[in-house]
């Protein structure tokens, strides 16, 4: 089995409060990869709820973002019209849920290689596929670069060089 982990492809990072240009740039890139995508898509979205600038998050990033039920909490239309599956609302970078879930897949079929792709290259991108390396370390896990936008540019390619020496494999499309 493979699987596609596409990472919070929500307004508020692509057009929102925290959006950007690099995030604008990718869309269409990973609503084709989604597209294309032979075997199990998941999706993850940032979570947080109404007293976001009164957790440590907050007091790091006072700007709010991803609240439950809000505008930009939502997937991208584009993505969103694609999604099958209910999303993996996470509380912070990384989803402990979602590795526990793969884990519990790879126990029933073999889970032969997981795909990240989304956003931020340098935040939560970075933090899922660390996290999923510990939860399947014999698994092959990537990162398709020209479907993820970190912070920055520079965010981005150290971000991609941290995972690489963590021996996650990076493509390029």
Known sequence: MHVLVVVDMQ???IDGSLGTEEAKG????????????????????????ENYLETQEGANLPVPHCVRGTDGWSLCPEVAALCRETPVDKPTFGSVKLGEQLRAANEKEPIESITLIGLC??????????LLKAFLPET????????????????HRRALEAMRVCQIKIENG
């Open 11 to 13: 307004k508020d990072f």
């Open 26 to 49: 990718i869309v269409s890139r990973v609503t084709k990869r989604i597209a294309s995508f032979d075997g199990w898509v998941l999706y993850t979205r940032d979570t947080h709820e």
């Open 121 to 130: 290259t340098d935040i939560c991108v970075i933090s899922n596929a660390l």
């Open 140 to 155: 092959s896990i990537s990162v398709d670069a020209s479907c993820c936008a970190g912070v920055t540019p520079e965010s």
